[in-house]
Nanobody, 118 residues
Framework: QVQLVESGGGLVQPGGSLILSCVAS????????MGWYRQAPGKQRELVAN???????VYAEFAKGRFTISRDNAVQKVYLQMNSLKPEDTAVYYC????????????WGQGTQVTVSS
């Protein structure tokens, strides 16, 4: 089992910035990918960005140039720096962990609300 705890959501004005953090604990497989997904009301959950344990990253098109994902393997934390936030970024943001083992396991955090509004 892997537990994921997110923090850093909140209310921010358009054009503002937020940093989301997620810490993983439990049975961490050394080779893994951690990332962020989001789900807005009435919409499907979608990938925002992810980062492998070797540092390779993947970004959704809407995140490129505005969001930066990073991680600290020593403490099993992943961060999402979000800049130039727009109202359409409003969603619940979920941390995700997936082990890159022969049998892959996926875990989710409880989610943190990000609201972009004036």
């Amino acid at each position: 089992q892997v537990q994921l705890v997110e923090s850093g959501g909140g209310l921010v004005q358009p054009g503002g910035s937020l940093i989301l953090s997620c810490v993983a604990s439990g049975s961490i497989f050394k080779i893994n990918v951690m990332g962020w997904y989001r789900q807005a009301p009435g919409k499907q959950r979608e990938l925002v960005a992810n980062i492998r344990s070797d540092g390779n990253t993947v970004y959704a098109e809407f995140a490129k140039g505005r969001f930066t994902i990073s991680r600290d393997n020593a403490v099993q934390k992943v961060y999402l720096q979000m800049n130039s936030l727009k109202p359409e970024d409003t969603a619940v943001y979920y941390c995700n962990y997936r082990s890159l083992s022969v049998i892959q396991y996926t875990y989710w955090g409880q989610g943190t609300q990000v609201t972009v509004s004036s």
